[in-house]
């Protein structure tokens, strides 16, 4: 592979970690401080999960779609369990998941291969490229935080402040 995949490659990765780890862990860290477990393990009605149960489902869903699908792990995953755990397992416990996951995932991303991203994986049941795999669990993942954070302010009716000291209104 040439020095520019690698250098591709390098920036995707990076990104991936960056709006994962950095931005969505710190963002579920900053919506969970303000709430009790009662208040994370909630669920308005039969058609919701609760916060606790998203942070069990998007470990699960990086997990299977990065670990097994594009590194080619068993992939274990009981995806409706996710749901079904009714909690509410400690703050403690979930950012536990969290943490390993993000072990996980490092040590797998200092291994990858650019041709790892141009070569076609089944992910439940889908036929994805690699860099397919990481578009989805990052945008899959913003999607789920961006749910807890709105429930978060529905709930406390607090700023989470996401971007507190920037000024969002500058050009360029």
Known sequence: MSTHSHELTALLLAEV????????????????????DEQIWLRPNAQLASMGNLVLHLCGNVRQWVLSGL???EDRRLRDSEFDERGPLPREELFARMAKLQEEIEAFFENIQAGQLAETYKVQGFDENGISILVHVTEHFSYHIGQIAWYTKMLTEEDLA???????????
């Open 71 to 73: 590194g080619g792990a």
């Open 17 to 36: 970690h960056r709006r994962i780890f950095d931005e969505g862990y710190s963002r579920i860290h900053n919506c969970f401080a303000r709430l009790s």
């Open 162 to 172: 996401f971007y507190g000291g920037v000024d969002l209104n500058l050009k360029g």
